[in-house]
């Protein structure tokens, strides 16, 4: 089977300044992939081009068979990629059900989306358990915490059926509990679906990882399981900003 989401070649500038450069990326289905590097790695602009939100110089992104390049950002959610930014985006005033139903008609027409619905549809009512907010189900979604709304953001993805999830920064500012609970939620989403997860939360990544692709100046550094990379010297160097030998001193 061919990977899901192929990224070759690609070259971002901006005004000058290369953000990727010649970049080679693979995604094959039913990964839950971490990507990590020290802040401007080009982390987020690889998100931005696969999303449809910049284009690259140059090079290709080819998501299930389809290119993405010159797509359209509303084209490339309806081919089945979703994502979430480091701020969260829910509708404060509706309920957490409202919410998500909302995002689960993107694919309806206007005369079904204003049609008034009676009960909770399956893939609503299974969006809800997996992201445990049932409880609070009938509240406004403004009364949620930081990490309850990240929760219900990933709800509102999952709902919409999307083959590839893509979140930035999905635990930035979460408590410890609220972290380990995120990390659950994806490790449950990831069983249906394939979950590419920008993160600079190191602890966070040892926990949950397994497969970690490591970005530094627009290239790609290394890539290989959480063990392999923290293993690299040039990970702890360029990303930890200490070297093997460092570490060593500090553990003995």
Same mark, same amino acid.
Request: proline share 3%; glycine share 10%.
């Given at each position: $089977? ?39 790695? /080009? ?21 299930? /068979? ?43 027409? *206007? ?35 930081? /990490? ?7 709800? *509102? ?16 500012? $979460? ?26 939360? *190191? ?37 930890? /900003? ?11």
């Amino acid at each position: $089977m061919s990977a899901l989401l192929e990224v070759r070649g690609l070259n971002v500038v901006f005004s000058g300044f290369h953000a990727i450069t010649d970049l080679d990326f693979t995604l094959d289905h039913g990964e839950l992939r971490f990507l990590i590097g020290p802040n401007g790695a /080009g982390k987020t602009t690889l998100i931005d081009v696969i999303t449809g939100l910049t284009k690259p110089a140059s090079g290709t992104v080819t998501f299930g /068979g389809e290119a993405l390049v010159g797509k359209r950002e509303f084209q490339i959610v309806r081919a089945g990629v979703g994502r979430t930014f480091q701020t969260s985006v829910v509708f404060e005033e509706l309920t957490v059900l409202d919410n998500l139903d909302l995002a689960a008609g993107f694919r309806r027409r *206007m005369p079904a989306l204003l049609r008034r619905r009676h009960g909770v549809s399956d893939d609503v009512a299974s969006a809800l358990d997996t992201i445990g907010l049932g409880d609070l189900a009938d509240r406004p979604a403004g009364v949620l915490s930081h /990490g309850q709304r990240q929760w219900l953001e990933i709800g *509102m993805l999952v709902v919409q059926r999307p083959r590839l999830l893509l979140l930035d920064e999905p635990v930035a500012g $979460m408590s410890r509990d609220e972290r380990e609970r995120t990390g659950e939620l994806l490790q449950s989403v990831a069983r249906d679906h394939t979950v590419l997860v920008v993160e600079h939360d *190191m602890d966070f990544l040892r926990r949950f990882a397994s497969t970690v692709t490591v970005l530094h100046e627009g290239r790609m550094l290394c890539e290989g399981t959480v063990a392999e990379v923290q293993a690299d010297p040039r990970v702890q160097e360029v990303y930890l /900003g200490r070297t093997r030998e460092e570490l060593d001193k500090e553990a003995a």
